[in-house]
């Protein structure tokens, strides 16, 4: 199997039956954003992908962005997005925008998807029951980018316990009420620490870790923590995937087994990457 899949099935491989029994009851924490979430086609296919893997018996908490989304409004609003290392600058209008993009539509999108496909849905914010506990990422009292301080895994926990799937979006609040953007990659990998979860999996837009940028076909499948650090070291880990490897690192380092980083563009890649010991992304471990 390579990266280059584009069937309109999934043919499920001779490992598929041991890995559905390896893995029920297990718990997935899955982050979706990227471009991957631009086409409803696409959402719904990775929406229907999600719903069979909790019909198997895996608990699945789904953690969201939509910064393509955020941008679309931003310039509707004569706004220009601004970043930094990969992470975007909020000040606090581009927060209230963030807030109505991601709890507002993009997350009752996805709670409608999966309820669509009979998945008992509850869609979250990091403000709800207080969640998420968030606190300033930089030292400017006018970004309103966070860091995860503290996960309320509780919540998460009473609503897997009984067959409830939870859909969070990227926005939290600190003790005082200030509401923050948090870079979904990093709720996710918080989120997988605080209920302990199997797996981190990453649906984005690129095909994994690659060992050579410029080549989308040098995917790494299987990379643990001393190769992870050389990539990153000798610059082939750069820009934008340094927070999204940042926070694989954060979730490896705090005893998730492995991450998983896959490119939710190409159909069936999620199932490929689970149900078979043949994937398409890249697997991250120790």
């Not at 924490?29 to 229907?48: E, R």
């Not at 893997?53 to 609003?77: A, E, N, P, Q, T």
């Not at 998945?119 to 970004?143: C, E």
Request: with cysteine; net charge neutral.
């Amino acid at each position: 199997m390579s990266n280059s899949v584009s069937s309109d099935r999934f043919y499920f491989s001779v490992d598929t039956l041991s890995l559905i029994r390896q893995y029920a009851g297990s718990t997935f924490v899955i982050k979706y954003g990227g471009s991957a979430m631009k086409c409803k086609s696409l959402q719904t296919n990775i929406i229907q992908d999600i719903s069979l893997l909790y019909l198997l018996g895996i608990k699945i908490v789904l953690v969201h962005g939509g910064g393509y989304l955020i941008d679309y409004w931003l310039r509707k609003l004569s706004i220009e997005p601004i970043f930094e290392e990969g992470l975007r600058v909020t000040d606090i209008k581009t927060m209230e925008v963030v807030e109505m993009v991601l709890s507002g539509h993009v997350n009752k999108r996805l709670v409608s998807l999966l309820n669509q496909n009979q998945i008992p849905s509850v869609g979250l914010s990091g403000k709800d029951a207080n969640l998420i506990t968030a606190s300033p990422l930089f030292n400017n009292s006018h970004n309103f980018t966070g860091n995860v301080d503290y996960v309320n895994s509780k919540i998460l926990s009473t609503l897997l316990d009984n067959k409830f799937f939870p859909v969070v979006s990227s926005v939290a609040s600190d003790m005082e009420g200030n509401t923050y953007n948090i870079n979904a990659d990093t709720l996710a990998s918080a989120v997988a620490v605080s209920l302990q979860a199997d797996k981190l999996i990453l649906l984005t837009d690129t095909p994994g870790v690659l060992s050579n940028i410029h080549d989308k076909s040098s995917v790494i499948k299987n990379i643990n923590l001393d190769k992870i650090n050389i990539l990153k070291s000798s610059g082939v880990i750069n820009s934008g995937m340094i927070p999204k490897i940042d926070c694989c690192i954060h979730a490896l380092n705090n005893n998730i087994p492995s991450v998983h980083i896959l490119d939710g563009r190409v159909r069936y890649s999620l199932l490929y990457e689970i149900l078979t010991k043949d994937r398409l992304g890249s697997m991250l471990v120790l």
